[in-house]
């Protein structure tokens, strides 16, 4: 066996493995992150969640009190509950501000993981998706409605795998490049993030 | 050479004949003799005992003129072609979502249909507050992403605003386990799509594609553009856009697109589909009533990876079919 040969049995060897960690890379992501975070950016995750939950904690504590929706509701009773539910959970948070939910470390945490993804991936694919939403001038307010009538930003798929995961009660929200928390059942912005995207 | 193209042509437009009267006379023994005075629906569809009928519809909640006049266009086809349910490509209600949208946008507009109990089934679009899951007439259940089956045919809603790791896992983990031998999926945001507005969803498809392919996804639905476009098929995949049920972006189909079989961004339409055993056929249908587009797929197994010559036989507006064979081997990503 010649060099020139080991040499090209070796090429072939690394555009298999290069290829085959290829595929599915995109979900194992977010599972690499979780093994590689360093000490301080765990805090700062932990941190983070633990403001979630406990806005999960009192928001359920608000809902309870509420009469129960459906998942067979009419028209009526979706915009009441919707309704009621942000009024009660607005004054419940009476006096929340930005930067409640969203701690320092997190922020720098999630801004950085946003910059790698964008380096890593279609840049202008991204923006496009994100920016293409008709949501501009939103006013940033912590503890109001996110407007009805506004588009919602879909949040690019290969982002969102790799952001820590949220309860199914809270979404990440994209409002130019600032990111929001919403709550999923009354529309309430939770708090939000400037400068998200770089 | 060229006899034996001439040949192929004649061969083709007599085959293209032979099936357009068949599928005419079919429709016309199966039209109710109290049809509404309007021109007749004109099937392409079989209209075979037993076979699973439905209808895809797309960006509709607007609650204009149009949309209704859509409605009614569907309403008389139902009279031909007694489909069972709708699925909803989401943004289903533009705008507020006050209890008077709902009426006004979806309820009043589909009322004859939901009257005489076809069912719809949403999926949510980036207009579209996620609370609608509750609203009944959706039928999501409460949930953002779910599955329904129907005879031999599962279907997967899935929420393209929001693709997280929980929805991702869990389609994979139903996929995996699901021996339905058709298996289609629908969502707003189109993977594949020729729009000037939007286009393909690149980052939805990184992730949803690998699925559908290892797990023997056979066709996806999709809305969010506001036309309608059948996509040559993606590794043995069928993508359609069916988004202009409530609004048109009118000329909006890249001329140029690669990815186009068949475009129609002049008007409103809704597609039709008709499941018998291994085949299903479609048909879209305009505002004005006339068919856009039709034809019939075929599932010739049920697993991937023995699947490699797929072979769709299209119906064209102007009633000229043709066979598309793709000769290439499937490539399995997994």
Redesign the interface.
């Given at each position: 066996m010649t060099w020139k040969t080991v040499n090209i049995s070796m090429l072939v060897v690394c555009l298999f493995v290069t290829g085959w960690n290829s595929?599915?890379s995109?979900?194992q992501d977010?599972q690499k992150t979780d093994q590689q975070l360093s000490p301080a950016d765990k805090q700062a995750i932990n941190e983070f969640e633990t403001r979630v939950k406990n806005y999960i904690k009192l928001r359920t504590e608000v809902r309870d009190k509420l009469p129960k929706?459906?998942?067979?509701?009419?028209?009526?009773?979706?915009?009441t509950?919707?309704k009621s539910f942000e009024e009660a959970l607005r004054t419940a948070r009476a006096g929340s501000k930005r930067g409640d939910i969203f701690n320092t470390a997190g922020s720098n945490y999630i801004r950085r993981t946003l910059k790698t993804e964008l380096d890593r991936?279609?840049k202008a694919?991204?923006r496009k998706?994100v920016f293409?939403?008709e949501n501009k001038d939103i006013p940033l307010r912590v503890n109001y409605p996110y407007p009805?009538?506004k588009?919602?930003?879909?949040?690019?798929?290969?982002?969102?795998?790799t952001l820590p995961?949220?309860p199914?009660e809270v979404?990440y929200r994209f409002v130019g490049r600032n990111m929001l928390l919403v709550d999923?059942?009354?529309?309430l912005i939770i708090d939000y993030m400037t400068d998200a995207l770089p | 050479m060229k006899r034996i193209l001439s040949l192929l042509v004649v061969l083709m437009l007599s085959s293209s004949a032979g099936l357009s009267a068949l599928y005419s006379q079919t429709a016309n023994t199966k039209t109710p003799v109290n049809a509404p005075a309007r021109p007749s629906p004109r099937l392409t569809l079989p209209l075979k005992d037993g076979s699973l009928r439905f209808a895809a519809i797309g960006d509709t909640g607007t609650g204009t003129d149009s949309q209704r006049e859509l409605a009614n266009v569907m309403v008389r086809y139902r009279s031909a072609f007694p489909f069972e349910f709708v699925l909803l490509m989401g943004d289903n209600l533009y705008?507020?979502?006050?209890?008077?949208?709902?009426?006004k946008k979806f309820?009043d507009v589909y009322k004859s249909l939901l009257d005489n109990q076809v069912k719809f089934y949403a999926t949510l679009g980036?207009?579209?507050?996620?609370?609608?899951?509750?609203?009944?007439p959706f039928n999501?259940?409460?949930k953002?992403y779910y599955r329904i089956k129907k005879g031999n045919v599962a279907f997967y809603s899935l929420n393209?605003?929001?693709?997280?790791?929980?929805q991702?896992k869990w389609l994979e983990s139903e996929l995996s386990k699901d021996t339905s031998d058709w298996k289609v999926a629908f969502c707003h945001?189109p993977p594949y799509s020729s729009g000037s507005k939007?286009g393909s969803?690149?980052?939805?498809r990184?992730?949803?594609e690998?699925l559908f392919v290892k797990y023997g996804v056979n066709v996806v639905l999709t809305g969010h553009d506001h036309f309608y476009e059948r996509i040559k098929p993606q590794k043995g995949i069928y993508y359609f856009v069916t988004g202009a049920g409530g609004k048109l972006r009118e000329g909006n189909i890249k001329t140029s697109s690669p990815l186009t079989e068949k475009g129609f961004d002049t008007d409103l339409s809704f597609m039709l589909f008709e499941v018998v055993g291994n085949q299903m056929y479609f048909q879209v249908i305009s505002r004005t009533g006339e068919t856009v587009d039709s034809g019939v797929i075929a599932n010739n197994t049920k697993s991937r990876s023995a699947r490699t010559e797929p072979k769709i036989k299209v119906h064209t507006a102007n009633a000229v079919s043709h066979r598309i064979t793709w000769a290439s081997k499937i490539k399995m990503?997994?």
């Open positions: 595929l599915g995109t979900s977010a929706l459906s998942k067979d509701s009419t028209a009526e009773q979706v915009e509950y919707r991936k279609d694919e991204l998706i293409e939403a009805e009538k588009e919602l930003t879909e949040m690019p798929a290969t982002l969102l795998l995961q949220l199914k979404k999923r059942d009354n529309n | 705008g507020t979502e006050a209890a008077q949208d709902f009426q309820s980036n207009h579209d507050l996620p609370i609608q899951i509750n609203y009944e999501m259940n409460g953002e393209s605003n929001y693709m997280d790791q929980k991702v945001h939007h969803d690149k980052q939805l990184e992730i949803l690998p990503a997994a």
